[in-house]
Structure formats: C-alpha cells, structure tokens
C-alpha cells in the first residue's frame, strides 16, 4: 500500500510540475540560453528567438531566405562553441533590433530554395496563429534575400526535380497550376503543418521530448565522429594550387578554399551536362523565385516587401589569380562526383552583375524595392575578411554589420533622398 502511495504521490508531483511549466514555459522561450533554444522545434524557435522585445513580435521585420537569413557563418559558430548558459548576439536579427530598437525575426531555412524559404514564413505564421497562446500579426516589412551562390541551383534542385516528378515541365509556366502545387506539395507538407494535434499546445511536453532526442542523438553523433576521426586525417585540404582563388585585402594576397562560392554557370559545367541540366532550366529557376515572390505578396498584403541581393564571396573581392575553382552548387545525385568548377576570373564580376539584374528586374517588376549589397561589401572587403576565417561560405560578424548597413540605408533611413541601390559592375 504503501508503494502504490509513493507511487501516486510521485506521479502527482510530475503531473503538477508539468502543468506549471506548461503554463510558464510559453512566457519566458526568448529567455531560453542559446544552447537550450536550439532543442525547441521549428515553431517555438521563432518565438524563441532573442531578436525581439517579447516572446510574441509586434510590428516585427521578418526575414525570408537561405542560410545568409539564418545568421550562419563563424560569428555563430564561435558564439555557440563558447556560450552555454547566455543568449549572445550571433546574427544581422540582434544586430538590426538593437540599432533601430524594433523588433526582427528570421524565417531562414538553410538550404532552401526561393519556395522553401517563402513557404517557411508562412507555415510559420499558420502555425503560431494555431497555438492557443498566441496571435501573431502579419510583419510590418520582409526582407527577401536572393543568394547568388546557389539560390539559382537550389531552385532547379529542391523545385523542378520535385515538380517533373509529378507533373510536365510545360505546367510550370502555368501560374494557377504551379500555384496550387506550392500549396499542396510544400505547403500542405511542412513539418508545422503536419504537428500532433494532441502535443501542438503543449510546448514544454513538446520540448522534454526533444530534450530527450537532442541527447541521444548528440551520443549517436559522438561514436560515430571518433569511428571516423583517423579517416578525417587523412583528407587533402581544401586549397588548391598556390596561383588559385587569391584574392587581395588589405594589401596582402589571400587564398580561399575551393569550397567558396561564385556565381552560377547554369548548363555549362561538365557535372550540369552529366546532370541533365540545361540553360533553360536557369530561367525556370528565376521564374520560381518570381512566383515566391507573388506568393508572398498575396498572402502577406499590407506587408511592405524588399529585394535583398547577396552576392557571392568571389563577387565581393578584387581577384588576383587568372582563374578561381569553386564550388557551384550544394547537391548532386548520387552517381555524381561532388563537382568545383575552374573560372577564368574574369567572367566572376560581369556573370554576377548579369544575374543581380536579373533579380532586379522581377522585383521592380512586382513594384518591390530593392538593394543590391555589392556596394557596401566590396568597400569594407578591400580593407579586411567579411567572411571566414573558417567558414568562408557565409559573413562573419564584420559581414553582417556591414549587411545591415546597405539594408538600413536602403529601406529604412533616409528614405526621402532616393538614392540608387540597382546593381553594380
């Protein structure tokens, strides 16, 4: 008897301890330590994010894109290698809320295409209305980032090959059809759109659970890195032949590694070819990021929308080797050798000013104002190292300051001046 007592009691204790934290917890998830906020599922991180006054944004910018939206890059990675307990800044979202004191959340999804990342925003934003604390209202502006890196190649990937698999390339071009394919396959099958409606309002149950999961897969991931870590010796770096990827900053001659970024090629590389990737298929690419664009704008009305171009590291430096080997996009099939594609550095500026007017063009088409950050990057680059030092693929934290610049100067100071933000040479 005395057994089935303890046991009750016990029982009652965690019953009452949970239904606390279930009604506490929701108060205080933009107070989590930035080790803990990661654990939270995808919903909850947006209103656990720090970059606001309060859990809930109120007259909020929101932030669409890939991982440039996210805020990766070495500021974050060193922030949460060497922060445990705090909540540091580690993306332009502190930085833009603690300039203009208003509140910023990112949608970000890293690796996602123009579609990914719109769809984010809005599951999201279903979502969060869906929970039984919270209204969220629409966003006072968006920034809508375009990657020059592989935005281009992300959409051919992560949209086109979904879309062939189901339906005639020729329905593409179709608004009406390629618009109810948005809804149905992306839409309709995000991971907020699929949540248990049993746990959906039990956010602290919701997180034990991934407590639980976050730790065992964090075990998994440790026997599995030691089992590996004498193969990873023997890997051969990522730089290349000395006269390679040098790029000259603050008077010194710098060598990147051949995972960096440019420009996109579209058709031209061998591994396109072997891909069954054609020319054609860049325009397709553009189209998809136009149509997120008109997606955007009609379920966000009222939302003022801009057109952010981010372009690529080998865009941003002065060159000074005759050729550059890089990394052209982010996936292959699997009977494809991961690919880098060999540039005469000279093509790298004109092919992105080429592809910068081309965004351009569908965001003034769609009366959306637009920045292209060249400008303020290449000027901070020829003194010193706006990405890297290790990861050379995303800013670090002078690249994010100087991000939020252009931004700021661009949509939301001065606005009476006018001043020019279309692409640069």
């Known amino acids: 008897m005395k057994t089935i007592y303890t046991v009750v009691l016990v029982a009652g204790i965690i019953f009452v301890n949970f239904f606390f934290m279930e ?33 809930l944004p109120k007259n909020y910018v929101a932030i ?5 939206a996210a805020g990766w890059g070495d500021w974050k990675r060193q922030q949460v290698e060497n922060n445990w307990l705090s909540r540091p800044d580690y993306q332009l979202t502190h930085l833009f809320h603690r300039k203009k004191n208003i509140d910023v959340v990112t949608f970000g999804v890293p690796g996602g295409g123009s579609v990914a990342a719109a769809i984010e925003l809005a599951a999201s934003f279903n979502y969060i209305n869906s929970l039984r604390n919270y209204s969220l209202e629409r966003p006072q502006s968006i920034l809508v980032y375009f990657y020059e890196g592989n ?10 090959w979904s879309f062939k698999e189901k339906h005639h390339i020729n329905d593409l071009q179709d608004r009406l059809f390629f618009k109810k394919f948005i809804n149905e396959f992306y839409l309709q099958r995000h991971p907020l759109m699929q949540n248990n409606i049993f746990l959906k309002d039990l956010i602290f149950t919701k997180f034990v659970i991934s407590l639980f999961k976050e730790s065992w897969k964090s075990i998994k991931i440790k026997v599995k890195s030691f089992s590996k870590r004498s193969l990873e010796r023997l890997q051969s770096s990522d730089f290349l032949d000395p006269n390679i990827n040098k790029i000259l900053v603050g008077g010194r001659q710098i060598q990147l590694p051949k995972t960096v970024q440019g420009p996109p090629f579209v058709g031209i590389p061998k591994s396109d070819v072997l891909a069954n990737i054609k020319e054609e ?7 998809i990021f136009e149509q997120s664009l008109t997606l955007l704008k009609s379920i966000f009305k009222g939302s003022l929308i801009n057109v952010v171009y981010i372009p690529s590291p080998l865009a941003v430096y002065k060159i000074v080797s005759p050729t550059v080997v890089y990394d052209h996009w982010t996936e292959t099939p ?6 880098y594609y060999k540039v005469d550095s ?9 592809l910068c007017k081309i965004i351009e063009s569908k965001a003034r088409k769609l009366n959306l104002a637009f920045l292209d950050t060249k400008i303020f990057l290449r000027e901070v680059a020829v003194d010193q190292m706006i990405h890297g030092p290790k990861d050379f693929g ?7 300051e100087t991000l939020l610049k252009g931004i700021l100067e661009a949509f939301y100071e001065n606005k009476s001046q006018q001043k020019n933000f279309h692409c640069k040479q």
Not at 64 to 68: A, K, L, N, R
Not at 334 to 339: A, E, G, S
């Open 64 to 68: 669409v894109g890939d991982s440039y």
């Open 281 to 287: 298929n860049f325009n397709q690419a553009i189209y």
């Open 151 to 160: 935005d281009v190649y992300n959409n051919i990937m992560d949209t086109l």
């Open 394 to 400: 995303h800013f670090n934290k002078k690249g994010y």
């Open 334 to 339: 699997d009977n494809i050798k991961k690919p």
């Open 23 to 55: 009604f506490a917890f929701p108060f205080f998830l933009n107070k989590l330590p930035l080790k803990v906020f990661s654990i939270l599922e995808s919903g909850e991180q947006i209103l656990g994010q720090t970059s606001k006054k309060s859990v």
């Open 346 to 354: 000279s093509l790298i500026a004109h092919k992105s000013y080429e």
